[in-house]
């Protein structure tokens, strides 16, 4: 209504009240309101405008670009494996003292379970001397460039929640993954590549599902995108018969153009995702099988890692994983599901770390002769531990929160280095514990990332990796 016509209605234009105001004009400040709120979090959320995924600097200068989280789903024995307890073998075949578990919640086993002693022998290796099982004999080779984290704790005891927890620093389905915040802080190098690439290479997935690398209330261009370990690395990467490359070109760029009118209408952050993710696959289409081609990798390097060739395996996932971190992509996560030794201990690890040992040491030789190793971060370990109690008859272990071993390397963290101690049964933290949270905040830092200022508001308030959780262990740090 014009000036004229409030006059034609007895409305005086230079005494308007406050009631009339908000009474006829409440929906086009509505309107208004709600464009700049959209505006607003498509700008949050999209920092270097059209392309969400383009890369930024972090908040200060970052040890590590890249991550590589070797996921040992279904929770390793740290008994068996990095954490020698000659006390536990000496009361192997007891009961555990009654104040050891007060308090204390299993998964399965029954309370009178008796103490099971480790099954493998450990030695010192290399400068540093840490503890290492014969389980791993490629590993104890490089030990000196590992930093072996044994007071880790969780708040999961069971699988599905103790993985969302590794993952998104939540037992409650629906927040970001670590992978997804690494890409909504950092974006990619890659312009022909997820920023964010996943592997799993077990019979069957993480028990946690997607969730284990969703983008929660982030934008799903952050999440992570699953390759398979054979043929297209991704489903239907291949065009159909009778659509060539022109076609599918000139039909890409039409959608791109309706896709484009309606970003500027609306400024929806998911329809920059729907153009980003249309781009990406277009270009993977050339680049993602020729990233997934191991023959391309001289002899010798397939024989460090112990890859065959168009054979999935967890050994070729970790030759891939480099591969693409050289091409720009910024966080690669493997998911090794088979862990779960409630019995049949013994057989299962020896099966478990022969598939695993030799590439993951590999791996670490074969980022630093690359020079990769100093501003990449290696991450190993389970969503938790496995129990000093028996399970099982005389071969199992239950699920363990307490306390587990975990271990970095590279990317600023401190090689050598052997931190926190759990006590004689390797049931608790005895000194410097590490929760997930300050591990989440520990990797952010090296990232460049101050953890409690990367946030995104959502429903109302910000939200971080850390929660309202969550320190910097500073002794982590190279």
């Known amino acids: ?63 590590a670009k890249r991550v590589i989280f070797l996921f040992m789903a279904g929770g390793p024995s740290h008994l068996e494996m990095f954490d020698n307890k000659p006390q536990l073998a000496k009361f192997d075949g007891t009961l555990p003292p009654p104040e050891l578990l007060k308090g204390y919640r299993a998964a399965f086993i029954n309370p009178d379970a008796k103490l099971l002693g480790p099954k493998f022998k450990f030695a010192k290796h290399g400068r540093s001397g840490i503890e290492v099982s014969e389980l791993l004999p490629n590993l104890a080779k490089v030990v000196d460039d590992l930093t072996v984290i044994k007071g880790m704790s969780t708040d999961a005891f069971n699988h599905a929640p103790g993985q969302i927890m590794m993952s998104t620093g939540s037992m409650i389905f629906g927040r970001p993954s670590v992978g997804a915040w690494t890409c909504y802080g950092l974006g990619s190098e890659a312009n022909d590549l997820p920023g964010f690439v996943v592997f799993s290479t077990g019979k069957k997935g993480p028990s946690g599902g997607n969730s284990n690398w969703g983008s929660g209330f982030l934008p799903t261009v952050y999440q992570g995108v699953q390759f398979r370990t054979g043929g297209d690395p991704v489903l239907y990467l291949s065009n159909p018969e009778g659509v060539d490359q022109e076609i599918q070109r000139d039909s890409l760029d039409a959608v791109h153009k309706l896709d484009a009118m309606r970003l500027d209408a609306m400024g929806d952050p998911e329809i920059a995702t729907r153009i980003n993710s249309y781009e990406t696959a277009f270009k993977m289409q050339m680049s993602a099988p020729d990233v997934m081609d ?116 590279g990317g600023g963290a401190k090689p050598g280095v ?22 989440h905040a520990t990797i952010l830092h090296l990232l460049g990332f101050d953890h409690t200022k990367l946030t995104y508001r959502f429903q109302g308030r910000d939200f971080r990796l850390t929660d309202v959780h969550g320190k910097v262990v500073n002794e982590l740090l190279a």
């Open 1 to 63: 209504m014009n000036c004229q016509d409030r006059q034609h209605r007895g409305i005086d234009p230079l005494n308007v009240s406050r009631r009339w105001f908000l009474g006829q004009c409440g929906v086009g400040l509505g309107a208004m309101a709600l464009r700049e709120l959209i505006a607003g979090s498509a700008g949050a959320t999209s920092p270097a405008g059209a392309n969400p995924m383009a890369a930024r600097s972090p908040h200060f200068a970052p040890k």
């Open 294 to 409: 191991l023959t391309r990798e001289p002899q010798h390097i397939l024989d460090m890692y112990g890859v065959e060739p168009g054979k999935g395996s967890f050994a070729g996932t970790c030759l891939m994983a480099r591969r693409l971190l050289e091409r720009g992509v910024r966080f690669v996560e493997i998911f090794h599901e088979a862990w779960d030794q409630h019995g049949n201990l013994v057989a299962d690890l020896k099966h478990n770390c022969a598939d695993t040992d030799k590439a993951c040491a590999a791996l670490i030789r074969d980022l630093k002769q690359r020079g990769m190793l100093e501003d990449t971060l290696v991450v190993w370990g389970g969503e938790f531990g496995r129990t000093p109690m028996v399970q099982g008859g005389s071969d199992g272990r239950d699920h363990h929160p307490n306390a587990f071993t975990m271990w970095m390397a």
């Open 418 to 439: 052997s931190f926190g101690e759990t006590d004689d049964l390797g049931f608790g933290v005895a000194t410097d514990k590490v929760h997930v949270h300050d591990l």
